[in-house]
């Protein structure tokens, strides 16, 4: 029974210790509104420093407000200063309520952030770079352009609407190919079938296929001729319609340099550093 009660506590104590950032905030935020300030301190230094665990900036923001007023109200003033510090350095902007904050509270926070007139306010010029940076485009497209000339005009005699998806006129060379198509084909069929049936020249025993024959013929021809005149009209459409072949391609990528402003914050530092990557 006592091991299961063991076992039961270390698991508990490992729950807390594993507990995310959002979790310990929280617990830290109820300390804090119980004024347990020593509780508060040990849920927060941990979370940040040696290392810092809170990456969400809300939470950081609320996390170093907590701690400092914590500090403050253990007399220790110069953790409080560099807790406050920190706080504005996230957020130059950052203000406290009078009409909520203890007299205090509000007169510490207000000396803090008089002495870092100067230092706040090259913070605000770089936030404003910053953003400025941000609205700038952060991609940019490359437009190629290649220009091919016309083909050889031989090209222009091939059938089957071949000229007009060369030129791009898909509508057209899908009707000449359709067209074409139909009219040599059923040419050739019938030629075909009259040469099988009849030979070469045409002979036949019975008169009845006199008149079949030259039904045949006529067809034969008519369609033949569609063929010619189709093909023809190709051909000259195609050689009007000819124009230098335009091909584009565009390409997204990253701008290829960019200012980084990374921030320092430690126990004994409070700073940031600039990069300018290419």
């Known amino acids: 029974m006592r091991r299961l009660v063991a076992t039961a506590v270390v698991l508990c104590v490992a729950g807390i210790a594993n507990a995310a950032p959002s979790q310990k905030l929280a617990r830290a935020r109820a300390e804090y509104q119980r004024g347990q300030y020593e509780a508060v301190v040990d849920s927060l230094e941990p979370e940040l420093y040696p290392r810092l665990l809170i990456v969400d900036r809300t939470e950081l923001t609320e996390a170093r407000y907590l ?3 914590a500090y403050f109200y253990l007399q220790k003033r110069e953790e409080a200063r ?4 920190a706080l504005l350095y996230l957020d130059p902007e950052y203000s406290l309520d009078p009409a909520t904050e203890s007299p205090e509270v509000y007169a510490f926070f207000d000396t803090v952030k008089k002495d870092l007139g100067g230092t706040l306010e090259e913070m605000r010029k770089q936030k404003q ?3 400025e940076q941000r609205r700038l485009p952060s991609r940019e497209v490359l437009v190629e352009r290649t220009i ?7 090209s222009h005699f091939v059938p089957l609407g071949y000229g007009q998806f060369r030129n791009g006129q898909t509508g057209k060379g899908v009707f000449f190919l359709t067209s074409q198509t139909l009219t040599g084909g059923a040419s050739i069929a019938l030629f075909t079938y009259q040469a099988v049936t009849y030979g070469i020249p045409s002979k036949y025993s019975d008169p009845t296929d006199r008149d079949r024959l030259k039904t045949l013929q006529i067809v034969q021809i008519s369609t033949g001729a569609a063929f010619l005149a189709l093909y023809g009209w190709s051909v000259i459409d195609s050689f009007a319609n000819e124009r230098p072949r335009v091909e584009e391609t565009r390409t997204e990528r990253p701008l290829t340099s960019r200012l980084e402003i990374v921030p320092l914050l430690s126990p004994d530092l409070l700073g940031a550093s600039a990069s300018w990557r290419f």
């Open 67 to 69: 701690l400092a007023v």
């Open 129 to 131: 770079k910053e953003e």
């Open 82 to 85: 560099r807790e406050f510090g």
């Open 148 to 154: 091919r000339e016309p083909a050889s005009p031989i």
